[in-house]
């Protein structure tokens, strides 16, 4: 885990010196006039040419405001020295500590995250049991058509695709284009409160969910195929024992095995998997807005403090699904 996160931070930091149209050369455009910077992040020539109406001192100090008077390796062990204490540093544009803004940003991605994986394990693992008990059936080979078509269909698409069909684009004005509540929230009734909160996250919540509902769902039917095919099935229902209990008391507590160890992955995953586009999308004021927008701007501060949070979580969330392989099947040893 040590040098998977050393060697992510390193590459990361290495490219952040190449990319044009760093915090220095946008501060130095806007005292020189020559702020041309494209909403897509590229940087025209003219930023650099406007250092040269900027005097040598003025231009070191600016440099000394970014801590780019130092060179690269040391910036780079400077930094990680500072994150093993969890000092990821402040923002350059929104001039607060990076751990408050991800903190305030994180209520939107929890919201969304919770939603997703909730919903999403609650519904396909009943399907999953439906389909690997009908299999070959007709309701088996239509709900398999239906999942594939939708799980063939990005998130970030089909987030595009509700928008313009009923968000108010060209045809239905059925839920709001942006935002996690409207605008007279505060003044709102509780049940009012719940009711606009649910309206305006239906259509991310869609639109997050409907890649993992397909991987589930086809998950849960294989991992029980698997078991009803198995001897233990075939001695269980000769003594007698009914269909149902078998399914519930034997085939349901082993077929559950692969689930329940991807649990922390999907967990996490739910929250930062699709939070980037979606987020952005559908204008949420999340974590993944705030790296979009910090890439845009060129914050490396934000930028490679949330992904050091984010690698030390996924990394933790491998630990932790290893170890729930022993935990959930004591077949499995490490030795």
Known sequence: MIPTLFGIMLITFIITQFV???????????????????EAGSVSNSIYRGADGIDKE??????????????PAERFLNMM????????????????????LMASKLPV?????????????LTCIPLGIAKAVRDGSR?????????????????????????????????WDVFPLRGIVSDNWDSLSTVDKILDYLWHMTLPIIASMIGSFAVMTILTKNSFIEEIRKQYVITAKAKGL?????????????????????????????????SLLI???FSLDGLGLLSYESIL??????????????????????LITDLCYVWVDPRVKFD
């Open 139 to 171: 309701f088996d080979t239509i709900s398999s058509t239906l999942i594939l078509i939708g799980y063939s269909v990005p998130g970030f698409i089909l987030g595009i695709g509700l928008l313009v069909l009923l968000g108010g684009g060209s045809f």
């Open 81 to 100: 020295k500072n994150y093993l204490f969890f000092d990821l540093g402040d923002s350059y544009f929104y001039h607060q500590s990076v751990i408050s």
């Open 20 to 38: 044009p149209g760093g915090p220095v050369e946008q501060l130095v455009s806007q005292l020189t006039g020559n702020d041309q910077i494209q």
């Open 242 to 274: 009914s269909e149902k209990k078998v399914l519930y008391k034997h085939i349901f507590r082993n077929a559950l095995i692969p689930l329940v160890t991807g649990f922390p992955a999907a967990f996490i995953g739910a929250f930062f998997a699709n």
């Open 58 to 71: 003025r231009l070191k100090e600016i440099q000394d405001l970014y801590g780019f008077d130092k060179p």
């Open 109 to 121: 991605s929890i919201s969304l995250g919770l939603w997703t994986f909730f919903l999403t394990y």
């Open 297 to 318: 701007k060129r914050d490396y501060p934000v930028v490679l403090g949330s992904l050091y949070l984010f690698t030390i979580i996924g990394l933790v969330t491998k």
């Open 279 to 281: 987020e952005t999308i």
